[in-house]
């Protein structure tokens, strides 16, 4: 398939733009829900637009120095152009370019950047939240390597589009999912660690380490990471139901799956309180670990 | 004793409502107004009784996040600073510093009739009486202590203002810095400093008046180092190597 | 005359002259000159083809001979480069030994790589051994110990190589590399050629367990000593190794030899090696508060990375086993440059003593930067490419788990790089440090020009697969299908292609994107770092506001008593052993017949030797 360049570029911009306000609407989702589950109303539709704009239009915006820019354009620079490595109904950007190695590469750019930007903070309390975010990286990741070589077996490709229409051909049965559902079930884990909610948040405990990472952020700084939240939401439900879920056969369901999928994490990250790192990383490495093997396990004597 | 404005305006004031010509930057500007009345981020610094007033405020009862209000941990991400009762002289230093930390636009908000004039620690030698001598208030919500249906009237009203775009009581803290800056020095004595820079931070913004420097930001440029940002540089440069 | 014979005589020259003229800022200019000469008459040797050098001599009836082919020609431009970039950076080292010993070693590899014959090899085996003792004597005290431990693996492993090379001659008579191709040997016979011969290359490239010895001779020694060492020199394991598995043992007949019946074959051994290699010691590394060491541990690390891909011995591993040769040497000279010019500058490389200095020295921060990424393989840098490759390969080779473990190779070194740019370039600077100024331009230079190299070489891989493609069809490799921005892989089990200058412009488009988003919302106003959160505390220049010590305290609380496992025990091992046969042998040299006993072996080796 063969598109023109002029195409692409449109692709190329609408994909993030997309991914923005759908991302949004996660967020907005992610807070309602939170309401519901303690008897609240929430906040109303446009709330996390109304968070973005004022943070953007704060008249002082602190910065540390050119490090404390840079990395905030890199976080919010880096998922921009992840999301078009992201194939979605009708637009496969450059996803035939990269592939799933590349892509998961290319989303730790955003986290490198943020990483950079709160070091230079000369804040210890980033600096833990950043360490801690690490830890935790090193422990969801190995699960979520796991669920990807078994993907990368299974479908005998790492490239996202081919995943999407070996699943869409085969309808449900060939679904993630229903092919490999213990690897789905750690991929379930590694979402709720990549997405950084209780009970794995370690790195923002706001009332241990004064929200870490962002503890010097204001003004454009904290916009900046908000809008980095709603790229992280949707690329981290979009990429579950593209590798589990068949991908979206059409934008609504496309939206369906990735809200109902997100919906677990966010329900689950309301009701518990926070683990410790140690904690964290010891139960990344035992259940999803070990649930991503027998999967793998199975793939092969499938 | 010198004069003060009281901040807390309800009146509308003609001279705020400067319209310039272009309507897309006046749409633009009531915009970020709006998103900025309809987004507050509050630090709760809870020094006395009317703390626990807030808890209600916000979970499930009066639910403030309705309004867009959240909490948020440090001074750096907050808009609204919540005073919530009376200020101890040492809890007033840290007051002082988390406010100036804050990134403008700021409110703040005593809450309690403690920071109004004192309250009922009015004879103690110990609190600092009104805050709005220290710092530029946005609002009071008096009472000992306030019931949550007032606070979130207090803050619906300070929402009002914002939208309007009266709420810059913020820029007097930069306009008056010397006025402000005594009021702390009888306080705290001759060598108090902040690990801030105010007056460029006034340059900054260019809100420098007047009034702005004068007799006691002079008594302060006497023992304090400035806090110039480390800019970034090549070890080439002359500035190195006289030091 | 041909063009091998010019750049090994101008190799010996610069030798020479490094003799006479390196006590002057001139010569030592005009030496760096000549690594630029050498790495040009390089170039006039055509990669594709064989060459033969017109030097040689007759041992034993033996003709040996000087040959050049592809995958010399890749190891040697990485040398050639590694020298250049340590000799400018060391432009302002009045050291006259780093100099002849940097001017040596390339020497001495270059015939190493030239090789082309197993006697040919030992003997360049043997200098290259001995010359990297010139480059790791240069530090402090503790440089010395590094070496005589060094130099105590050198031995065993060249005595283990001389051991793989006489049992070849004894049973081939002939000591040319096609000799064991022409003679086919039994099963037994290949594997203890494989044990030793691979064994004892493998104490140069510092595979496990042999590794110990590798961080301290390598990183406690002069910076530019550091660089060269770090970049290329452990290489020539790998290069040897190559060598061994063309011409002695090829990778067929090590996966017929089973070590465990049906299960496990020499092969998987070979690649469990290799994947603890990247393990064990990227973890070491974590834990090191010495910016030099952490370094110089990834070095061992990245290794496995490199042998990894080589033993999977398809296009794609093989492509990106050489390649990241390439990439890791370029990467690893810039780091050591960035963390000896911090040395330079404030006198320390302790992890726990610096931060900040991102304000005063921004071009080695910047160098730092671009080294971590592409060090911890990400993209926009050259890293990425070569660890895509290996990844591409063990994922359509279906080992799962050998992937898992270079993934978490990988992010450890993520790990651990950040912990090495935080604890030095960012967070709080501290009060003495504040008028360190930055480092010369004879550092600086080569570090942003190397810097350069790393970016171009990560957005257009075609340039350095090119190399790759030729040193892979010298080795009998069907080369990789690379084009200028990565590689197809049409005919693999597992599709899936990569194109890093699409990839790098969207990801520079995005960031422009953000930039525009960024710039647009208002200026920045710069503080200074004690205007900070500190919950209401007041900070002032006296306070350490830094966290630096136990980095990953939450990880280290599970990990720390794994350490324990690590080879230090190994080590433990052989030398209370060769203590015992130490005090055994000097009892036997106190008899007075102990030239019966020494009758006694050379009888049993011989009879050994022709059995
Ligand atoms: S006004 Fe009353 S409730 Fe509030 S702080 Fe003062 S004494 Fe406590």
């Known amino acids: 398939m063969h598109i023109g360049l002029g195409e692409l570029l449109i692709e190329l911009t609408l994909m993030p733009l997309v991914a923005f306000i759908v991302g949004m609407l996660m967020v907005l989702m992610m807070r309602r829900v939170g309401a519901r589950l303690q008897r609240r109303v929430g906040p109303p539709f446009f709330q996390p637009l109304y968070d973005i704009i004022k943070l953007h239009s704060k008249e002082t915006q602190i910065s540390h120095g050119l490090i404390h820019d840079i990395g905030i354009i890199m976080a919010v620079g880096g998922y921009i152009a992840a999301e078009t490595l992201l194939p979605v109904p009708g637009m496969n950007g450059i996803a035939e370019k990269g592939g799933l190695i590349t892509l998961l590469y290319v989303m730790m750019i955003p986290s490198l950047g943020l990483a950079l930007g709160v070091g230079q903070c000369a804040n210890p309390n980033g600096s833990i939240g950043i360490s801690r975010a690490l830890t935790a990286m090193l422990a969801y990741d190995i699960p979520f390597v796991i669920v990807m070589a078994g993907v990368a077996f299974i479908y005998g490709t790492t490239n996202l589009v081919e995943v999407i229409n070996i699943q869409q051909e085969g309808g449900i ?130 | 004793m010198k004069e003060f404005p009281v901040p807390v305006q309800t009146a509308e004031d003609p001279s705020v409502k400067k319209q310039s010509g272009n309507i897309f930057s006046n749409v633009f500007d009531e915009l970020v107004r709006f998103a900025q009345s309809r987004s507050l981020f509050m630090l709760h610094y809870c020094t006395g009784c009317g703390a626990i007033e807030l808890p209600p405020a916000m979970t499930s009862r009066f639910d403030m996040e309705r309004l867009g209000i959240q909490p948020m941990v440090t001074p750096r991400q907050a808009d609204i600073l919540l005073i919530t009762g009376y200020v101890s002289v040492k809890t007033l230093k840290r007051v002082i510093l988390t406010y100036e930390q804050m990134n403008a636009p700021k409110y703040v908000i005593g809450i309690c009739s403690c920071t109004v004039n004192g309250g009922m620690y009015w004879q103690s030698y110990a609190t600092a009486k009104k805050l709005n001598d220290y710092m530029p208030v946005d609002l009071y919500i008096a009472g000992c202590m306030p019931r949550p249906e007032a606070v979130i009237s207090g803050l619906r009203q300070l929402m009002e203002k914002i939208k309007i775009g009266e709420a810059n009581s913020w820029q007097d803290y930069f306009k008056r810095y010397d006025y402000y800056l005594g009021n702390q020095q009888r306080l705290f004595g001759e060598t108090w400093q902040t690990p801030t820079d105010i007056i460029g931070e006034s340059k900054h913004y260019s809100l420098h008046t007047p009034e702005t420097e004068g007799e006691h930001t002079r008594l302060l440029e006497l023992h304090q180092r400035p806090l110039e940002p480390l800019e970034m540089r090549l070890g080439l440069s002359e500035k190195t190597e006289d030091r | 005359m041909n063009a091998l014979d010019l750049l090994l005589l101008t190799s010996l020259g610069t030798v020479l002259f490094s003799v006479v003229f390196s006590a002057s800022l001139t010569g030592r200019m005009l030496l760096t000159m000549l690594y630029a000469v050498q790495t040009v008459i390089l170039f006039q040797i055509d990669a594709g083809t064989e060459m033969v050098s017109s030097f040689g001599f007759e041992i034993f009836n033996h003709a040996l001979g000087l040959s050049f082919n592809g995958l010399s020609w890749f190891f040697a431009l990485i040398t050639l480069g590694s020298a250049f970039f340590a000799a400018w950076y060391g432009l302002n080292q009045q050291q006259k030994l780093l100099h002849v010993g940097l001017s040596a070693n390339v020497f001495s590899m270059l015939v190493l790589l030239s090789a082309g014959d197993f006697l040919s090899l030992f003997i360049a085996w043997e200098l290259v051994s001995w010359s990297g003792v010139l480059l790791m004597v240069l530090g402090k005290q503790e440089s010395l110990v590094a070496t005589l431990k060094y130099i105590t693996y050198a031995i065993a492993g060249g005595m283990a190589v001389f051991a793989g090379i006489i049992l070849i001659y004894s049973w081939t008579g002939s000591l040319a590399f096609n000799a064991v191709t022409e003679n086919p040997l039994s099963l037994s016979q290949y594997g203890t050629l494989a044990i030793l011969l691979i064994g004892g290359f493998s104490v140069k490239m510092a595979l496990l367990p042999f590794h110990l010895w590798q961080a301290e001779a390598y990183a406690l020694t002069s910076g530019p000593a550091s660089v060269f060492l770090g970049a290329i020199s452990a290489r020539m394991g790998l ?243 690379y084009h200028l921005g990565g590689v197809v892989s049409a005919n693999s089990a597992i599709s899936g292609d990569l194109d890093m200058i699409w990839v790098v412009l969207v990801l520079f488009s995005g960031f422009g994107i953000a930039a525009i988003l960024f710039l647009s919302a208002g200026k920045s106003r710069r503080v200074h770092q004690l205007d900070n959160y500190a919950g209401g505390h007041f900070l002032n220049a006296n306070n350490q506001y830094q966290y630096s010590d136990n980095f990953y305290a939450g990880l280290m609380h599970i990990i720390k008593p794994w350490y324990r496992y690590s080879f230090k025990w190994f080590e433990g091992a052989v030398v209370s052993f060769v203590n015992l046969a130490a005090v055994f042998s000097r009892s036997f040299f106190n008899q007075a017949h102990m030239l019966i006993w020494m009758l006694v072996v050379v009888t049993t080796v011989m009879a050994v030797a022709i059995i």
Request: glycine share 10%; with cysteine.
């Open chain 3, 239 to 481: 290069f040897a190794i190559v060598i061994t598995m063309m011409h002695v043992v090829d990778l067929k007949t090590l996966d017929s030899i089973f070590l465990i019946p049906e299960l496990f074959t020499f092969r998987d051994f070979l690649i469990w090696v290799a994947a603890l290699s990247i393990i064990l010691p990227t973890y070491t590394a974590l834990r090191q508060n010495d910016a030099r060491l952490l370094l110089a541990w990834h070095g061992i690390g990245q290794g496995g990375y490199m042998m990894l891909g080589l033993l999977m011995y398809d296009q794609m591993g093989s492509a990106g086993g050489l390649l990241h040769v390439f990439n890791y040497a370029s990467c690893q000279a810039i780091l050591f440059m960035s963390v000896f010019s911090i040395l330079h500058r404030t006198g320390t490389t302790n992890l726990n003593q610096l931060g900040g200095l991102v304000a005063r020295m921004p071009l080695s921060f910047l160098a730092m930067l671009v080294g971590i990424i592409g060090l911890a393989g990400l993209p926009p840098m050259n890293g990425f490419v070569s660890k895509w490759l290996v990844y591409r390969s063990l994922l359509s080779d279906g080992m799962a788990i050998v992937f898992l473990a270079s993934v978490i190779g990988t992010l450890g070194t993520i790990l651990s790089v950040y912990k090495l740019m935080h604890n030095s370039f960012l967070g709080q600077l501290r009060v003495e440090h504040e008028h360190v100024k930055e480092a010369p331009w004879s550092m600086t230079v080569p570090m942003m020009l190397l810097a350069i190299i790393i970016f171009i070489t990560g957005v257009m891989p075609g340039i350095s697969l090119e190399l790759v493609a030729n040193a892979q069809s010298a080795i009998g490799l069907t080369p990789v299908d």
């Open chain 1, 173 to 302: 049965a060939a679904w993630g999912a229903v092919q490999m559902p213990f690897m789905a079930l750690a991929g379930l884990f590694a979402l709720q660690g990549m997405l950084g909610k209780q009970p794995f948040e370690v790195y923002v405990a706001p009332a241990e380490i004064a929200t870490g990472p962002m503890v010097e952020m204001g003004g454009k700084y904290l916009g900046g990471l908000f809008v980095m939240q709603c790229f992280q939401l949707y690329t981290a439900s979009v990429l579950y139901v593209t590798l589990f879920l068949g991908g979206g056969e059409n934008w609504l369901f496309l939206l369906l799956k990735a809200f109902a999928v997100l919906l677990i994490p966010i329900s689950i990250a309301f009701l518990f309180p926070r683990f410790k790192t140690d904690d964290l990383v010891r139960l990344m490495w035992k259940w999803p670990v070990l649930l991503g093997l027998i999967g793998l396990v199975l793939i092969n004597y499938r």
